[in-house]
T-cell receptor, first 112, second 114 residues
Framework: GNSVTQMEGPVTLSEEAFLTINCTYT??????LFWYVQYPGEGLQLLLK?????DKGSNKGFEATYRKETTSFHLEKGSVQVSDSAVYFC???????????FGAGTRLAVHP | EAGVAQSPRYKIIEKRQSVAFWCNPI?????LYWYQQILGQGPKLLIQ????????DSQLPKDRFSAERLKGVDSTLKIQPAKLEDSAVYLC????????????FGPGTRLTVL
């Protein structure tokens, strides 16, 4: 069945460091891929998405490229801020009803 | 535009009791989802409605969980009787009708079963 695997956390970085959170997926067909973020005390928010191979999603300085050959959708940011501290979830949607399948989440802590 | 509303935000019950959660989606969104998020895991879809019909309830424990969406707008999720392993955050989300449309999530209800 469809599944998402993302790197375990927590990831701890200093401000202005480079961030990579790995995400790989298993799916039949051609899924859409998403990164959601959950800030402390808040609900899940869509960060970025890509709907077909080689698409790059981007938002708030974060980027992720849909790599079909490696079944990956790694999240990157060139310079993290303390305000980026949150839990990041990789997810895929496949099939006609837009059902989301999430990874386990990666907690990011950014220190000044 | 108002977001997805959920209530209550927190609930503590004892095992074998019943509990209900309420969700009001974004106005005009035809599709409504209930997810269960156990601590340390990603959300798992329990049930999906399109208007007031169920399109996916394959992971809903139907012996104890039930959900309805009257008139295709707000929805309730019920657990009866609750078990310890039901302790989780219950998330409601909604989206427009399109197959790739963004799902918007509510703040969730944190359930603790003692």
């Amino acid at each position: 069945g469809n599944s998402v695997t993302q790197m375990e956390g927590p990831v701890t970085l200093s401000e202005e460091a480079f961030l990579t959170i790995n995400c790989t997926y298993t799916a039949t067909g051609y899924p859409s891929l998403f990164w959601y973020v959950q800030y402390p005390g808040e609900g899940l928010q869509l960060l970025l998405k890509a709907t077909k191979a080689d698409d790059k999603g981007s938002n708030k300085g974060f980027e992720a490229t849909y790599r079909k050959e490696t079944t990956s959708f790694h999240l990157e940011k060139g310079s993290v801020q303390v305000s980026d501290s949150a839990v990041y979830f990789c997810a895929l949607a496949s099939g006609g009803y837009n059902k989301l399948i999430f990874g386990a989440g990666t907690r990011l802590a950014v220190h000044p | 535009e108002a977001g997805v509303a959920q209530s209550p935000r927190y609930k503590i019950i004892e095992k074998r009791q019943s509990v209900a959660f309420w969700c009001n989606p974004i106005s005009g969104h035809a599709t409504l989802y209930w997810y269960q998020q156990i601590l340390g895991q990603g959300p798992k879809l329990l049930i999906q409605f399109q208007n007031n019909g169920v399109v996916d309830d394959s992971q809903l424990p139907k012996d104890r969980f039930s959900a309805e969406r009257l008139k295709g707008v707000d929805s309730t999720l019920k657990i009866q009787p609750a078990k310890l392993e039901d302790s989780a955050v219950y998330l409601c989300a909604s989206s427009s009708l399109g197959s790739t449309d963004t799902q918007y999530f509510g703040p969730g209800t944190r359930l603790t079963v003692l």
